[in-house]
C-alpha cells in the first residue's frame, strides 16, 4: 500500500509539474527546472518516436490506436467486473430501484457515446474552401497569433489553429492531441471531449457509490466487527473486486476532475490548452517589464539588451513572432512606445468573450466551418 500510495503522488507531483511548471511564478525554482529537463525529456522521446514512426507508418498507427484501444478494453473489463461479481450483492433497495438502473444505463451509454465522438468527429480542419472563412472568424492578435502560413499544408494559418505533425493537419481552434483518443481536439469536437471527460467522472463516481454500497451492505450482513481493509482483502472475491473498483474510482475520479476543471478556467479566461503556455510567455516578459507597444507600427515587442561585436550592450526591440529586430535604441527617439505594465489593464484578450460566450461557443454551439 506504501509503495502504491508513493507511486501515485510521485505520479501526481510530476503531472502537476508538467501541467504548473512553466507558470511565471515558478521561473528561477526547482520546479521550473525540473519542468525543463521533463520537456526536454519528453521532446527528445517524441522525436525519436516519431523518427520510427515516420519510417514505419503501420507501426505508427497501430501504437497510436494502441491507447484508446486500452482505454477502452479496461474500462470494459471493469464494467464487466462491476456486472459479474458486485451487481447480485448490491442492497435491494438500489437493485429494486429504477433510478439506479437508468442511471447505470445512461452512465455506460454517454461513455461509449462520447468516446465515439470524440474519437472520430473532425476536429475542425484548414482547407483551401475554409480557410478565408476561418481567418476572419479567428484574425490574429499581434500577441500570440500572427498572419502566417504553414509550410506543410501551404494555407494560410488562421489565428487559433495549429498544424497537428501527429494528425498532419491544420487543425482550428486547436486545443491539444488527445492521445486518449487518437485525435486532435479542436474547434468542432471540442464539445465531445468536454462530454467524454464528464461522462467518465459520472461513469466512475456511480460505480464507486455503488461497488462501496455492495461493501456496506455485505459488512451489514455478515461481518459487522471486520475493519473496511479486512473486508476488501479477506473475505470473498466480490468484496474484493468491489473494493478495487471503489479505491479506482476514488483515484480517478479526483484526477478526471481536476482536469476538467482546468478546462472550465480556460473557458472562463477565454485560451485553449495549446494558448495557456503562449499567454504564459507574455505574462513572463510583462513581468520583466520587457513587453512594449510602438505605437507608431500598431505592433508588440520585446524590449531586449543585445551585446555587439566590440563587446558593448545596446538596447533593441524585437518582433514577437519572429524576433526580428525592429529597431535599436539609436532610433528610439523616432517612436512612441508604451510599456505594458499589467496583463489586467494594459492588454486585451480578443478572443475572450466572457465565461458564458465562451462556453456556448466552444460546447454548445455546432461549429460552422
Ligand atoms: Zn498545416
Ligand atoms: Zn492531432
Not at 207 to 225: D, T
Amino acid at each position: 500500500m506504501l509503495l502504491l500510495g508513493s507511486v501515485i503522488v510521485a505520479f501526481g507531483a510530476l503531472v502537476a509539474i508538467f501541467i504548473l511548471g512553466d507558470q511565471p511564478r515558478f521561473r528561477g525554482t526547482w520546479i521550473h527546472s525540473l519542468y525543463l529537463t521533463l520537456t526536454r525529456a519528453s521532446g527528445r522521446l517524441t522525436r525519436w518516436v516519431g523518427i520510427i514512426l515516420d519510417e514505419n507508418p503501420a507501426v505508427g498507427s497501430l501504437l497510436r490506436w494502441s491507447v484508446p484501444v486500452f482505454y477502452c478494453c479496461i474500462v470494459t473489463f471493469c464494467i464487466y467486473l462491476f456486472f459479474a461479481n458486485v451487481y447480485g450483492k448490491l442492497p435491494p433497495e438500489i437493485k429494486g430501484s429504477l433510478f439506479h438502473h437508468l442511471w447505470i444505463f445512461m452512465s455506460i451509454a454517454c461513455v461509449a457515446a462520447s468516446t465515439t465522438m470524440v474519437t472520430f468527429v473532425d476536429p475542425g480542419t484548414a482547407t483551401a474552401s475554409n480557410v478565408d472563412l476561418a481567418t476572419s472568424l479567428f484574425p490574429a492578435n499581434g500577441l500570440i497569433f500572427f498572419e502566417k502560413r504553414c509550410s506543410t499544408c501551404n494555407l494560410q494559418k488562421p489565428a487559433r489553429s495549429k498544424h497537428c505533425s501527429t494528425c498532419n493537419k491544420c487543425v482550428l481552434l486547436y486545443d491539444h492531441h488527445c492521445l486518449w483518443v487518437n485525435n486532435c481536439i479542436g474547434l468542432r469536437n471540442y464539445r465531445w471531449f468536454m462530454a467524454y471527460l464528464v461522462s467518465n467522472i459520472n461513469m466512475m463516481f456511480n460505480g464507486g457509490i455503488l461497488c462501496f454500497s455492495e461493501l456496506r451492505y455485505q459488512r451489514h450482513l455478515h461481518y459487522q466487527n471486520w475493519g473496511w481493509w479486512a473486508l476488501i482483502t479477506r473475505t470473498t472475491e466480490y468484496n474484493r473486486i468491489a473494493g478495487i473498483l471503489t479505491i479506482l474510482t476514488a483515484l480517478f475520479v479526483p484526477i478526471t476532475s481536476i482536469f476538467t476543471i482546468l478546462h472550465l478556467r480556460y473557458l472562463y479566461l477565454g485560451i485553449t490548452t495549446n494558448e495557456a503556455g503562449k499567454w504564459g510567455e507574455i505574462e513572463h516578459l510583462v513581468g520583466l517589464n520587457a513587453l512594449v507597444y510602438i505605437v507608431e507600427k500598431g505592433q508588440y515587442a520585446e524590449r531586449a539588451t543585445m551585446r555587439d561585436a566590440d563587446g558593448s550592450f545596446t538596447r533593441a526591440y524585437l518582433s514577437l513572432d519572429d524576433e526580428i529586430v525592429l529597431f535599436t535604441e539609436k532610433e528610439e527617439s523616432r517612436y512612441t512606445i508604451r510599456r505594458i505594465q499589467s496583463m489586467e489593464t494594459d492588454l486585451d484578450n480578443i478572443y475572450d468573450k466572457g465565461f458564458w460566450n465562451n462556453f456556448k461557443e466552444r460546447v454548445l454551439t455546432i461549429a460552422q466551418i
